[in-house]
Nanobody, 124 residues
């Protein structure tokens, strides 16, 4: 199991930016992948973006492409999500997740470990 701790959530007006962090402890994420998911009230958890820890390749949802950027710092065992041009529809609890395989999947069931979540609220 890889304990994951998210940080960086908060409240921002539409058009603003936030940067989320997800720190993995206990063991490294090498040879695996990490992802960001979000869940709005009354909606299912959805994939936002993810990264292959080995080669740094990324994948993101259509709804955030061009606005959100996922990255990692291998030395710190930390994944980031830079969120720009935020919209009210981006509001929700953001979770980071880790999986032992290197492929970035968009389905939550493919991930083994989850953080506790951090709230992001975007007002119009």
């Amino acid at each position: 199991q890889v304990p994951l701790v998210e940080s960086g959530g908060g409240s921002v007006q539409a058009g603003g930016s936030l940067r989320l962090s997800c720190a993995a402890s206990g063991r490294t994420v090498s040879n695996g992948a990490m992802g960001w998911f979000r869940q709005a009230p009354g909606k299912e958890r959805e994939f936002v973006a993810g990264i292959n820890w080995n080669n740094g390749s990324t994948r993101s949802a259509d709804s955030v492409r061009g606005r959100f950027t996922v990255s990692r710092d291998s030395a710190k065992n930390t994944m980031y999500l830079q969120m720009n041009s935020l919209k009210p529809d981006d509001t929700g609890v953001y979770y980071c997740a880790a999986r032992r395989g290197a492929i970035v999947y968009s389905t939550s069931g493919a991930y083994d470990d989850w953080g506790q979540g951090t709230q992001v609220t975007v007002s119009s």
